[in-house]
């Protein structure tokens, strides 16, 4: 006697039917995706009790003729492809035929359609079987109504939940169909009530103001970018927005709305060092791939894909979130952003062509162009690598409080330029020779003021614009000292007597630990018996540098952080030493130096954001100025 029998039909379809009707939402999105698929521009959903009493979704789409309309509900019946073959590239939502016979397994199912305005077909069926065929009028287009969802699955029904988050559930389907599609027409009604209305849009920001508001929308930044052959598109949030409102995500690969964690973090990724940790960006990507590069039957309700080579997608991800960011709009409502002139124009400085963010490059004669109002030389405080003018002052690693001692700024004055002994940098005698660029655009420094010696300030066409002279620093040196842990490359004095540095055993712990990266930052040292230290050279980023003061309170951060994740090893450590070595809150700084500042700034990949992810600029409108003198 054979324990093994094949399942009537009614029974494989119900469970075939499990994988792709879960809940009624996912009734929705079968549904309008099979409207969308019939070149609909205007799809109507109505909704009744969560959608566990009807779901019913017409469209104007090209509609069925009487033959395919009972075929459609047959498994298997599709008119989406053909071959396997086809699979590769389908740009339909559907291609397996399964949905409506699914659907039509577990609920009552009336299907109104007509390909051409007039005579139409209705077709009935309930639990997977035909009822009854009819002709029916209608204008162009199809209507499907799903009655009593679950009623012959009694298990499947049990697992439904209240109307309430039913219908969420479908909210959200209807907020990913809205996104995939900002052209066509969608409106929904839940018990007789209208509540959702997106009329169709030209862009994806204008439908993201529909969906989530106006004011939501504009506030974000937009993404566009082509790598190779991945094309990234949408809006990203802006760093100093992260946080303020809940977060929310949208992805789509070649028009259909997926998860994908890989390439939600690379798009994360992104933001490193421009936000507060446990902190992440609302993100809205279109992503698009030649069709060869994905397979997306992968999932039973088609809600992942799968890449070829996922690596170069998800590096194009990254780069086009990071290009969106490192406009300068992406911390102020500044618009034009950092102003450039031909080069060679007055007022105006050099910036190395190639892009508007060119890296952090050598480029002192950007310093030098303004000669301070005394006739003084800039000091060059945050003159690019190399390009250091100040001799070593060794009172920097004089142990006397920083206050006691002289600021290096006059030695900086009186010594010659590039007196800079054994520099492995190969700064030459004179700074203003260091690289510079040969061709390009010039970045306008305005007039700036300091404030509250915190602030730098300067009109901008659109407001007043104030720079946090801390975190800007921050973000210029972190940058740097990023660039120098990858390369190398930093500029360092050679002491002409080594220097002994006592330290506690827990910081030399710590300085042995990341001994490698603090030699790439410049600091060359060995330990000298217990938890000494013999420096026999230091860093130079900027005049006022205090090597010592800034070793201590680094090796201090680090002893206080054991859990550093290896990838962000080298990032941490750069965010670390730069915010012990940016000037501070309450340092007064020289014309020449906020205007260096100024330049350094604009040349970082991420100028408007600090390494903690506050933001290093605000931007007071005029009309807002306008507004508070009753002038509006
Ligand atoms: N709203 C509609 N307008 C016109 N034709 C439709 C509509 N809905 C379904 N069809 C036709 O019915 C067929 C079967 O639909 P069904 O959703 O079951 O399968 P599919 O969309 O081809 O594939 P999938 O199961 O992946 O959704 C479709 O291929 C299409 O030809
Ligand atoms: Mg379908």
Known sequence: MPTIAVLPPAVADQIAAGEVVERPASVVKELVENALDAGATAVEITVEEGGRALVRVSDDGRGMGRDDAVLALARHATSKIRTAEDLVGVTSFGFRGEALPAIC???????VTASADGAGTRVEAAGGALVHVSEAARRRGTTVSVARLFYNT?????????????WRAIADVLVLVALARPDVRLTATHDGRTVVVYPAAPTLRARLGAVHGAGYADGLLDVDDVDGAVRVAGLVERPGDVGTTARRTYLSVNGR??????????????????????????LFLTVTVPADQVDVNVHPAKAEVRFRDRWTVERAVERAVRRALGTFDSGTALGSGWRVVPRGAPGAVPVPAGGTWPAVGADVAALRVHAHPGGRPDTGLFAPDGALPAPFDARTLDPTPAGAAPLPWDEVERAPPGAVPGSPTGATSNGEAAEGPAAGDEIVVPPLTQLRRTFLMFEHPDGLVLIDQHSAHERVLYERFLGALERGDAPMQRLLFPLTLHLSPAHAEAFEAHREEFARLGYDAEPFGGASLLVHAVPTPHARFDAER???????????????AAHARHERLAAT??????????????????????????????PAHDVHGR??????????????????
């Open 105 to 111: 397994s577990v609920s009552q199912l009336d299907v």
């Open 154 to 166: 009694p298990a499947r029904q049990k697992f439904l939940r209240s109307a309430r988050s039913e």
């Open 257 to 282: 709305a997926v998860r994908d964690l890989g390439l939600v973090r690379a798009a994360e990724s992104a933001y490193r060092s421009t936000l507060a940790a446990g902190l992440r960006p609302s």
């Open 550 to 564: 800034c070793l201590r309170e680094t090796l201090d951060a680090l002893t206080g952080d054991r859990h550093a």
């Open 577 to 606: 030493v730069a915010c012990k070595a940016a000037v501070k809150a309450g340092d007064p700084l020289s014309d020449g130096e906020m205007r260096a500042l100024y330049v350094a700034l604009a040349r970082t990949t991420l």
């Open 615 to 632: 933001a290093t600029i605000v931007h007071l409108g005029w009309d807002e100025v306008e507004r508070r003198f009753g002038r509006r």
